[in-house]
Every structure is written in structure tokens, then in C-alpha cells.
């Protein structure tokens, strides 16, 4: 049903994830390897894969090189990596996903499970990885963007503007400066895991706040916005704000 391509210098990992995938991922019926950046480039034009295992670091050309190379983004991307903490955050924030080596089974049917789950891709793979080599490129976290799916097609917000996020349901509600707001269809539990790294923190079971827009924090446990809005904390995330030396 799908076809997969691993790129990855290293030929025991090409080999490990080719068992795997055969023996756990029966939805891929066609699987190919390219041990060099160049021969990756080349499969992707000629094999046409609908999912790419992209290794991160190799020789002359990392994997993020390999997908500036490539002209048109019609797959998705796994990144496999032995560890990069920027790379990463990049990664997650840009809405991908990645697998740490030596690889987990049970993750990497989680990360699979969630590319069966885009089909067919509510937001193009293309745009997603454009959004990824721009994160890439910019040095301040805060200026990253964030790729969210709404009724109108996707808006790219920067991490910088955005001031809270509000749970409804299945959707969450961005609040931005200049008091703009977008409705996203995705939980507030998937950007929570995409914007804790980006000094984000769940306040509350509904709300999710950027600490760089917070004015104040009351003994109550309010906490006060520079945008106005007052929110009441969760008490075991109060206790752990007051508990804090200074």
C-alpha cells in the first residue's frame, strides 16, 4: 500500500530498519535504501516513496541538506537520529517527527500510526517541511513558526506572537498580538508537546500561556497577561511557581 525509502550512510542502521519494518509495518509492501545523500536524492525522483527515514547527520550532506535539494516535497519525513537537541525542537515544533537510534519498536509504530493517521495529508507534506528548513535556518527559537490546521488551510504563526492557547473540545483557540485569533483542529495536548520547550506551560487543564507574555502571578494563583486576560492555575502548578527560590 505504501511505499518507504530509508536514507542513512550507516549500513547496519539501513539494515536493522528494513527488518523492522518488514516485520512490524505490513502497510509497507515496497522498501528501498540509499546509503549516501546523492542516492537518496536520486530514489526519491525515481522510487517515489510516500514516506522517507531521513537520517540527520551524514557525511557532506545531512539530512536536512538532502531536503533542500529536492525540488518538489510530494512524502513525508521520519528523522532518525542519534541525538540533537536543536535539530529536534526544530523538528517538533515544525510538526514531524523523529526517531531516536537505536530505534524502539513500539515508537516507531507510534510514529507510523501517526503518518497513517495524516492520510490523506490534511496539511501538505511539502509545506511542512519548507516550515521545517525555514526553523532550521532561523537561530532564535522564538521566532520558529508553527504550521496549525484551521477551516481556512494553514497558517504559519510565529512562536513569538503567539500569547495563550485555549482548549474547546477537539480544537484550541491561538490568541496572538495584535489581538488576532485562529481556531486550530488539533488538541491542546498536540501543541503542548510541540511548545514546551519554547517556555509554554499548562496552567490549566484549558489554557496553555507563553510565560514571555505573563505580568504577574497572585498569591491566589491568578495569573495576570499583559493582554489582560487573567487565568487561575491548576494548585499543583501554583504550588510549584511558589515554591521556587526567588
Known amino acids: 500500500m505504501y511505499r518507504a525509502l530509508v536514507i542513512d550512510d550507516e549500513p547496519r542502521a539501513c539494515h536493522v530498519?528494513?527488518?523492522l519494518v518488514g516485520k512490524y509495518l505490513p502497510e509497507i509492501t515496497a522498501f528501498k535504501t540509499a546509503l549516501s545523500p546523492q542516492e537518496g536524492i536520486s530514489l526519491v525522483h525515481s522510487f517515489k516513496p510516500h514516506l522517507v527515514f531521513l537520517?540527520?547527520?551524514?557525511?557532506?550532506?545531512?539530512?536536512?541538506?538532502?531536503?533542500?535539494?529536492?525540488?518538489?516535497?510530494?512524502?513525508?519525513?521520519?528523522?532518525?537520529?542519534?541525538?540533537?537537541?536543536f535539530a529536534l525542537q526544530a523538528i517538533k515544533v515544525s510538526a514531524l517527527?523523529?526517531?531516536?537510534?537505536?530505534?524502539?519498536?513500539?515508537?516507531?509504530r507510534i510514529a507510523f500510526d501517526k503518518f497513517l493517521r495524516r492520510q490523506p495529508q490534511p496539511i501538505p507534506p511539502g509545506v511542512l517541511i519548507k516550515n521545517l528548513v525555514h526553523n532550521l535556518k532561523t537561530p532564535n527559537p522564538s521566532q520558529h513558526k508553527l504550521p496549525i490546521p484551521t477551516t481556512?488551510?494553514?497558517?504559519l504563526?510565529?512562536?513569538?506572537?503567539?500569547?495563550?492557547?485555549?482548549?474547546?473540545?477537539?480544537?484550541?483557540?491561538?490568541?496572538?498580538?495584535?489581538?488576532r485569533r485562529f481556531c486550530a483542529s488539533k488538541t491542546l495536548k498536540e501543541f503542548e508537546t510541540m511548545l514546551r520547550e519554547h517556555d509554554f506551560v499548562r496552567v490549566h487543564k484549558s489554557h496553555l500561556v507563553n510565560l514571555q507574555f505573563v505580568e504577574q502571578i497572585d498569591r491566589d494563583g491568578?495569573?495576570?497577561?499583559?493582554?489582560?486576560?487573567?487565568?487561575?492555575?491548576?494548585?499543583?502548578?501554583?504550588?510549584s511557581f511558589f515554591s521556587k527560590p526567588g
Open 152 to 155: 481556512e488551510g494553514i497558517h
Open 17 to 19: 530498519l528494513e527488518i
Open 222 to 239: 491568578t495569573v495576570q497577561l499583559t493582554n489582560g486576560t487573567a487565568i487561575m492555575m491548576y494548585r499543583r502548578v501554583r504550588q
Open 55 to 85: 537520517d540527520v547527520e551524514m557525511p557532506v550532506l545531512n539530512g536536512f541538506d538532502v531536503l533542500n535539494a529536492i525540488d518538489t516535497w510530494n512524502f513525508d519525513v521520519i528523522f532518525t537520529t542519534a541525538y540533537h537537541q
Open 157 to 179: 504563526l510565529t512562536i513569538a506572537d503567539i500569547i495563550r492557547c485555549e482548549a474547546d473540545n477537539n480544537y484550541t483557540f491561538f490568541y496572538l498580538t495584535g489581538n
Open 97 to 108: 517527527d523523529y526517531l531516536l537510534k537505536p530505534i524502539d519498536i513500539d515508537e516507531l
